[in-house]
């Protein structure tokens, strides 16, 4: 129990593809945390999404393993986490050029 509570603290600080992917190879192989293939697909999900190669093949093998609803359910799951940890894309200041 005391590893699923720091995995979750972990979740709500992670950002970046490298450590979503790092949950996802937690949940798939049940690494500090029981095995999970919803967690696992979420996670492998939003690494994908922000670039992670290895992340979107290894997304697809866990969906092999799934059912439509179970990829339903990590794909709104990894929908609703984007949502509430939305990081904002930094945008390059203007340049004004002297007409």
């Not at 979107?56 to 986490?81: K, S, Y």
Request: proline share 1%.
């Amino acid at each position: 129990m005391a590893r699923e509570i720091a995995a979750a603290a972990f979740a709500f600080e992670t950002t970046d593809a490298g450590s979503c992917f790092a949950l996802g190879m937690s949940y798939s192989a049940g690494v500090g945390v029981a095995i999970d293939l919803i967690e696992a697909h979420k996670w492998f999900n939003i690494a994908a999404m922000r670039g992670h190669a290895e992340a979107a093949r290894l997304r697809r093998e866990i969906a092999e393993q799934m059912a439509d609803a179970e990829i339903g359910r990590a794909q709104r799951a990894a929908r609703d986490w984007l949502k509430s940890h939305f990081v904002a894309q930094t945008q390059a200041p203007a340049i004004r050029a002297a007409a």
